[in-house]
């Protein structure tokens, strides 16, 4: 099991900026990807943006030149730092691990956390 703590969400103004963060704990061995996914209101979770194992990274088109998704192995930690931040960006933010074990993929969400973009 992999336990997925997200944080750092918040009331901002337009323009402004937030960074969330995702600590992993847990049987971490195997971990494929991480990555940061949203929900806004009557809306479906969608990918805002995600990291490989390798680095390889993939934004949603609407976030791409705001959103950055990092990581730190030493804190099994993996950031998304938005800036420009808009009132469209308003959601939950949840952030979700991939694993893959002899072969097959197991996913891993956070809790959620809200980001409130005011105009």
């Known amino acids: 099991q992999v336990q997925l703590v997200g944080s750092g969400g918040g009331l901002v103004p337009a323009g402004g900026s937030l960074r969330l963060s995702c600590a992993a704990s847990?049987?971490?061995?195997?971990?494929?990807?991480m990555g940061w996914y949203r929900q806004a209101p009557g809306k479906q979770r969608e990918l805002a943006a995600a990291i490989t194992n390798g680095g390889t990274t993939n934004y949603a088109d609407s976030v791409k030149g705001r959103f950055t998704i990092s990581r730190d192995n030493t804190k099994n930690t993996v950031y998304l730092q938005m800036n420009s931040l808009k009132p469209e960006d308003t959601a939950v933010y949840y952030c979700?691990?991939?694993?893959?074990?002899?072969?097959?993929?197991?996913?891993?969400w956070g809790q959620g956390t809200q980001v409130t973009v005011s105009s």
């Open positions: 847990g049987s971490i061995f195997s971990i494929i990807s």
């Open positions: 979700k691990h991939s694993k893959r074990v002899h072969g097959l993929e197991y996913d891993y």
